[in-house]
């Protein structure tokens, strides 16, 4: 293996390693937001089941009292749920940040190396008020979601039960539960997936953050996803596709949950200006240790051994059934009898998947002609 190759299969493994570091801590975060959301629902449920009158007095006056109530509600919930996302979020930037300077420095062995460092206000404001995922503030995010969740199924379910004025208080009870146990597990959700998305759009954010202030000393970076039947196709279509610094690529995190992550690449180790015994001090103990595949994005497999393959060359070993879980039975048929190749998936420019009618072929696989 060459200096270059060692380096390659440093940073990548660090990468991974760091990546899984992260999903503990998400795990632990995604906790506590579950316990956010059965608090706010309690209160929520508390307040209505509290009052006997108004559980008996649901004519429209009243549901439009209650939709200004839960608008109200529902709005301070939605700051404390965005501030405590975006809390996570700069406890995973700043956490991030020690890691690639450390990575990126060799763990401070190389003096050339510039590392990165934001205050926590500063990071603050920018999860705050930057527009991370199609365009749309965090704090709107929640507050949509909470609305689209809890409000909307609680109203809905009033009206379309009739009990404008003559509902029992039995009866309106068994509404009113009913539609906030689904509207939370609607809100629960997206509460969960921002806030892993936002842990993660802050692991990249802080990866990119060292990359632009040590671009002398890389060539570029190769996407790789997690090399696993979850991985959408997209990420999968992506994986081992290599970038050259400032060339136009799709953005990372590419959807909500992605767990992608960049593997950089050097222009010459010694550009390090590192010893070659230090170098090898640094980085094989990282290399040796890192269980699961080096070449794909791909941590530690169970039971199906690991492989130095992209993500297209893994998904060939997998059995038929769970190519077509991972592709779809089409796209997953064309593949194996050669009608198209894996890299004609997905643009690798902009990241859009290539439909089945851009490939040239109809949903039943056969060519449009």
């Not at 199906?304 to 879980?325: I, N, S, V």
Request: glycine share 8%; net charge neutral.
């Amino acid at each position: 293996m060459t200096a270059r190759e060692e380096f390659e299969r440093y940073f990548l493994t660090r990468a991974l390693a760091w990546r899984d570091m992260l999903d503990d801590f998400d795990a632990e975060t995604v906790a506590e937001i579950m316990k956010l959301m059965k608090k706010l629902q309690r209160e929520i449920r508390g307040e209505l089941f509290d009052n006997a009158d108004s559980l008996t007095d649901f004519r429209r006056v009243r549901i439009e009292q209650l939709d200004e109530w839960l608008s109200e509600v529902l709005g301070g919930a939605a700051l404390t749920t965005s501030s405590f996302i975006t809390e996570a979020a700069v406890i995973a930037a700043m956490s991030s940040l020690t890691e690639y300077n450390a990575m990126m420095s060799l763990n401070g062995a190389s003096s050339v190396v510039q590392t990165v460092g934001f205050t926590r206000e500063q990071l603050v404001t920018w999860f705050r008020d930057t527009d991370i995922f199609e365009g749309m503030k965090l704090t709107t995010r929640v507050q949509n979601a909470m609305n689209a969740g809890v409000k909307q199924s609680v109203l809905d379910a009033l009206r379309k039960a009739g009990l404008e004025g003559k509902g029992t208080r039995e009866a309106v009870r068994s509404v009113i539960q009913s539609a906030l146990d689904e509207g939370f597990t609607i809100t629960e959700r997206e509460a969960v997936t921002l806030t892993r998305s936002y842990i993660q759009a802050a692991n990249v954010g802080a990866m990119d953050a060292v990359m632009e202030a040590n671009k002398e000393l890389l060539r570029g970076w190769r996407w790789s996803a997690t090399l696993d039947t979850r991985t959408c196709f997209l990420c999968a279509s992506l994986d081992g596709n290599f970038y050259k610094m400032g060339e136009a690529s799709p953005p990372m995190p590419r959807h909500f949950r992605c767990r992608c992550v960049k593997q950089w690449i050097t222009n010459n180790p010694r550009d390090w200006g590192v010893p070659d015994d230090e170098v090898q001090r640094v980085i094989r103990p990282w290399v040796e240790r890192e269980p699961g595949s080096i070449g794909t994005g791909g941590r530690k497999i169970l039971n199906a051994g690991t492989t130095r393959e992209f993500f297209g060359g893994w998904w060939k070993t997998l059995p038929p059934a769970k190519q077509d879980a991972i592709l779809g039975p089409t796209r997953a048929a064309l593949l194996r009898n050669g009608s198209i190749s894996w890299n004609e998936l997905a643009d690798k420019r902009t990241g859009r998947y290539r439909t089945l009618k851009d490939l040239g072929f109809t949903r039943e696989g056969e060519a449009i002609e």
